[in-house]
Nanobody, 124 residues
Framework: VQLQASGGGLVQAGGSLRLSCAASGRASNSYAAAWFRRAPGKERDFVAAMNWDGSVTKYADSVKGRFAISRDRAKNTVYLEMNSLTPDDTAVYYC??????????????????WGQGTQVTVSS
């Protein structure tokens, strides 16, 4: 499975962005998907995840109510809609996929495939 993330950019605090992660490869629609992020000087942290058909989602407490993960199975694409952004959301965002129908424990090691990362910068 190959993942290609896009949609990052510079936005003012309070603004919104939508990240996309296009997947290709065998059975890429049968995988759990997730977004992680790495802020400068920090570890790669979990942001959001969903099971293979999008019926179950999970979010980090820091983004609950502001971010939404979704997928378009026809387009083999996973999205992360980010609203009410703050400077604390500044990070490189990575999409990831795991060969599992359900959501794995949301740690980086549980996800086998990774996109290249897209930079999100939120100015105050």
């Amino acid at each position: 499975v190959q993942l290609q993330a896009s949609g990052g950019g510079l936005v003012q605090a309070g603004g919104s962005l939508r990240l996309s992660c296009a997947a290709s490869g065998r059975a890429s629609n049968s995988y759990a998907a997730a977004w992680f992020r790495r802020a400068p000087g920090k570890e790669r942290d979990f942001v959001a995840a969903m099971n293979w058909d999008g019926s179950v989602t999970k979010y980090a407490d820091s983004v609950k109510g502001r971010f939404a993960i979704s997928r378009d199975r026809a387009k083999n694409t996973v999205y992360l809609e980010m609203n009410s952004l703050t400077p604390d959301d500044t990070a490189v965002y990575y999409c990831a996929a795991a060969p599992s129908l359900s959501i794995p424990v949301p740690t980086p090691g549980r996800f086998r495939y990774w996109g290249q990362g897209t930079q999100v910068t939120v100015s105050s």
